[in-house]
């Protein structure tokens, strides 16, 4: 165990610095290819396992789709993968059929390149929708990239768009281990948004295991953050397991499948807080936890909706306890609610509540406690509905000009 | 005809300066008493008609309810009203019993002030969620407001909570009257939001058609408005009518019916509009038409899902035409969408449109010519689906650093 490493939760702990490169067997690097408009950065991002992966996806819910994640679904039908090529500064997304002929492209190269078959790549471009990949520049990215076990980093900085810096995480349990990075820091929503998440492990897995654990992990993180109620073509979060950890494949049963499960859920949490916590123009993170709910499902719809109010948002970066408009935004969930049984409560900086709004009715409080809660970087909130067993956490960021500004500039 | 009124569509014109006092036999006043924190101005109004009116009501979606609105909604169940009671300054939200209290005391003193039973009084109140009313202030406001048939305007004035101005219409149809007032520039998203409406008629009609027009006009006016996706639990549209301007009370196939329809659609509107126009830090109006859609509902989804998204309201207030975000909004509405078949066009100052997005692909246009759409105070977009007959239009502000200052600083 390095030094700084530390248990996360029991059998599992963290790695340091630890990213898609951590699990072993897997090499990553990425070069400067000039896809973005500033030619400074990496912009190409190539990921390779030196064994053959069980696989699983989990993709956006827009209608809209772009031509690489439509490539990489079914690519990933067949549950398998074993490299992933990534471009940023284009989505390669509402450009017709010569969008799907890059692609596809992209997959041969880099299938090429690694001497495997194409369809054992995933492909994903995140950046600017409607505009044509340039394919001279990702070849010679493709070509000139060189992969090490220490290159994950400079993966998780290529995929950057305006994200302010990498993402990434890793963490170890029971003699396999599990790396993520993630991109993404506007048009973030629940059900997914303009984000790329790739995770790694060493870990021998059943595919449907697999696939089972991560659309849990999904539920429980990517999509219960919101940035801007938006959700983009091209979001993708794809796992790759290539098991040289040895060992029987982990499955419903198996001594560990409660690890990896967990594993995972911390993964993709981790990277889901990195993400809202570097939204665009964000001051603060938010996290509403909701609990008491007469359905999981209500649980869900309410906490969202909290972190999802244009109202809620702007009153925590103005640290306005305007706690009325928390309460409207559970009332707005299409959950069910009673006052009589609803109450409020903000964490302050001391790790005591303040107790806004119990039974209906607003709580005598010191309205300059109230304001110390929405102080901290991380301001916290507790709603009790009151109707049953049911809880949620949602994280989100809030809302500032700085946003607006930022959006309002992004292609010109 | 007055100078300056004019022919809106067959056989309704536009009455200027036309207010809720425009339909004979209404009058309404409005008093400085002190419920807001701004002691200079306006915050209780009312309006009474000379002879009792068949009234409908819609009503938020929320399922947290203001006291007052709460109060009307069962006032309101037998079909009838004869007088309204506003106060701006305080919601009257998430008090608990006493708010049911307060709301019913209101509609006694002004059924006390007129004679009538208070049953046949309409409440509302605006504000912050979470404070008590202020009883002796609105008592004696109550009592000191004298009604008149020119103070529709002073009414429209004190139920302005952040709007700038007053919002009112009025229109004239085959010898009767109709008239609307309303309020609302923030938390105003489809499906209704901070905003109260009130529409007065002199016009003889059923009370079922009357309630089956309103529900018509108000999905295609103000459940087709955004400003910030939030909803409040006061949200109010009030009908009345009177009956003053004698005949036959219109009813389905009533010579009159499709005009007091078409009437009523249009002041709904029109309001809906204004409000939008005077949105909180709003520079310019987004008016989002969806052609072709496979459904109705589909039509509805992807007009509001244009003028709901951050991205497009950013882009439109940076004049940006960084129109894969339209696209995208489209394809995250739910909406059926397919890319070959979907087309974008921004209008331009010379009325003359600009095709950006055709057939799944981008379109050769002059970055200027796409630019300059996006400069007026009133921004127009047209998508066509190409997979049925269905259409829709739906109506948003832009989203500024105004928006998050106005926002963040509301109740400190």
Redesign the interface.
């Known amino acids: 165990m390095e030094k700084g490493a530390g248990v996360i939760t029991e059998g599992i702990e963290s790695v340091p610095e630890g990213t898609v490169t951590t699990p072993r067997g897997f090499l990553a690097g990425a070069a400067k290819a000039g896809v973005r408009s500033d030619w400074d950065k990496l912009d190409v991002g190539l990921v390779y396992s030196e064994a053959p992966c069980v696989a699983a996806g989990v993709y956006t819910?827009?209608?809209?789709?772009g031509a690489s994640l439509l490539v990489s679904m079914e690519h990933l039908e067949k549950g398998s993968a074993q490299a992933i090529v990534v471009n940023a500064g284009c989505?390669n997304?509402?450009?017709?059929e010569?969008g799907i002929e890059d692609a596809i492209k992209m997959a041969q190269l880099t299938g090429t390149k690694f001497g495997i078959d194409p369809h054992e790549v995933v492909v994903a471009s995140t950046g600017?929708?409607?505009?044509f990949l340039p394919m001279d520049r990702i070849r010679r990215g493709i070509e000139t990239i060189g992969v090490s076990a220490d290159g994950g980093m400079d993966f998780a900085r290529a995929i950057m768009t305006t994200d302010t810096r990498p993402k990434h995480v890793a963490v170890r349990a029971n003699g396999w281990s599990m790396g993520g990075v993630v991109k993404g820091v506007?048009?973030i929503h629940p059900n997914m948004a303009t984000m790329l998440c790739f995770v790694t492990a060493d870990a021998a897995v059943t595919q449907p295991f697999l696939a089972g654990a991560l659309k849990d992990a999904v539920d429980d993180s990517f999509n219960m953050i919101d940035i801007?109620?938006?959700?983009?073509?091209d979001d993708t979060v794809v796992v790759m397991a290539n098991g040289l950890a040895g060992g029987e494949p982990i499955d419903q049963g198996h001594a560990d499948a409660n690890s990896f499960r967990a594993a995972l859920r911390l993964v993709c949490t981790d990277l889901a807080k990195q993400m809202v916590a570097d939204a665009e123009g964000a001051t603060k993170t938010i996290e509403a936890r909701v609990e008491g709910a007469a359905t999981r499902e209500d649980a869900r719809k309410a906490a969202r909706e909290i972190v999802?109010?244009?109202?809620v948002k702007?009153?925590v970066?103005?640290q306005?306890?305007?706690?009325?408009?928390i309460?409207?935004?559970?009332?707005?969930?299409?959950?069910?609610?009673k006052?009589e049984t609803t109450a409020l409560y903000l964490s302050g900086p001391d790790g005591k509540e303040v107790c806004l709004?119990s039974?209906?009715?607003?709580q005598a409080y010191d309205p300059e406690a109230a304001k110390a809660c929405l102080a901290p970087r991380e301001v916290r909130m507790r709603v009790t509905m009151g109707l049953g067993e049911a809880s949620a956490t949602a994280w989100g960021s809030d809302?500032?000009?700085d946003?607006?500004?930022l959006?309002?500039?992004?292609?010109?």
């Open positions: 819910r827009n209608a809209l789709k989505a997304c509402s450009v017709g010569r600017v929708i409607g505009t506007g048009m801007d109620s938006d959700t983009s073509p999802m109010s244009l109202g702007t009153a970066y103005g306005d306890p305007n706690w009325g408009r309460i409207s935004a559970v009332g707005n969930s299409g959950a069910a609610m006052e709004y039974g209906g009715v607003p809302l500032t000009e946003y607006v500004r959006n309002s500039l992004y292609t010109t």
